[in-house]
Structure formats: structure tokens, C-alpha cells
């Protein structure tokens, strides 16, 4: 762990720092009182799962409103057309999560962290905890580790953990403990350590 944390420590003496500090700050000027940007963002995160990230805020720059006007056959034929690799598995959960809409601003009020993203996991189609951590952090909730393929191969590959054979509720947390505990010692937001994590292992800085 402690050659991870060095090398962290490195990039945020570096130039990359003031690319995720901007970057962090862009995730707080989400209209929180907004249930249709906050919808639109929830699309965006649903996308992404198993999804190349970069195709994917292309999508929903393009999809836009239709994202809560279309029907689920023409949100499919969208995703279809603009390269989606699951157009209708993901038309399917948008267009079914579309009654949760007008909800979204009520819900984002929620205090405790847990609560709400096990409210967003249990409720939202398509949502699991990545999904639901990926959300909330991009709406400017810093708490939650957003677990992936690149930041379990990162993990993996500074023997922090034993690559999973799969995802449970379980071992997402007991990931995201390890997380908590070198965010601790680089003394950033879950939310800071994924764009550091995530430039490291793809030289990319996304959302």
C-alpha cells in the first residue's frame, strides 16, 4: 500500500492536482433542485456500466431531454445508433426509471449515506452500488467509492486486495473499506482518490 500512496502523493504534487481539484468542483454545480438534470446524470451513470465512459457522456450529451420523453423503443434505437453495447437492456432501465424522476430531488436530501444509496440500489433499475456511488458522486457526494474494473485491476496490482471472481453487496464494502483507509492516509475524499486511481491506471481524467 505504501508505494500506491507515494505514488498518489507524487501526483498530487504534480499538475494533475489542479485538473481534479476543477474537476471536483464541476461535480458541486449540479442543480440539486433540479429532478431533470439530476435525471439526465442518473442516465449517464447507467450507461457506463460495462460501457466505455467516454462514449457514454457523448450519449447523454446527445440523448438529452429524450433521456424523459422518449419511449423505451426509441431510446433503444438511440443507444443502437450511437454505439451503445447494451441499447436495450439500458433503454429498458431508463425508461422504467423514469417513474423515480420527480423523486430525485426529495431523495438526494437524505442525510445518512447509506440510507441513500441503498434507497437508489434497491429502487432504481440498472443501479448497483457502483452505479449508485458513481451517481452520488457526481452530483457532489464525496463519501463513496466508486468500484470498478480499473480500480480493482489498480488494487490488484499493488496487492492491496485478491482480484474477486464477483461483485456481492460484501465485498464491495470490504473494498471500499481499503479505500477509506488510503484515502485516510493521502488525506483525500473517496471521490479525489477514484480521478487519482483512475488517471493512473487509464491517463484519463472523466466523470
Not at 192 to 200: G, T
Request: aromatic share 12%.
Amino acid at each position: 500500500m505504501e508505494e500506491l500512496i507515494n505514488k498518489i502523493e507524487k501526483l498530487k504534487n504534480s499538475d494533475i492536482k489542479k485538473i481534479i481539484d476543477n474537476r471536483i468542483k464541476e461535480f458541486k454545480n449540479i442543480n440539486l433542485t433540479s429532478n431533470n438534470a439530476l435525471f439526465k446524470e442518473m442516465c449517464f451513470c447507467m450507461l457506463t456500466a460495462n460501457f466505455n465512459a467516454e462514449k457514454s457522456i457523448k450519449i447523454q450529451n446527445e440523448i438529452g431531454d429524450c433521456f424523459f420523453t422518449d419511449s423505451q423503443q426509441d431510446l433503444s434505437k438511440k443507444l443502437k445508433n450511437y454505439g451503445h453495447r447494451f441499447p436495450n437492456t439500458r433503454a429498458q432501465y431508463i425508461y422504467e426509471s423514469q417513474k423515480c424522476r420527480n423523486l430525485l430531488t426529495d431523495i438526494v436530501k437524505f442525510h445518512d449515506k447509506k440510507a441513500l444509496r441503498d434507497w437508489m440500489v434497491t429502487n432504481i433499475k440498472g443501479f448497483g452500488y457502483k452505479e449508485a456511488s458513481h451517481f452520488l458522486r457526481n452530483i457532489g457526494f464525496y463519501d463513496y467509492a466508486i468500484i470498478d474494473f480499473h480500480i480493482i485491476d489498480i488494487l490488484v496490482s499493488y496487492n492491496i486486495i485478491q482480484k474477486p471472481k464477483t461483485i456481492t453487496k460484501n465485498k464491495y464494502l470490504e473494498i471500499e473499506k481499503k479505500l477509506v483507509n488510503i484515502s485516510n492516509k493521502t488525506n483525500l475524499t473517496l471521490a479525489e482518490l477514484d480521478l487519482y486511481l483512475w488517471y493512473m491506471e487509464t491517463g484519463k481524467i472523466l466523470k
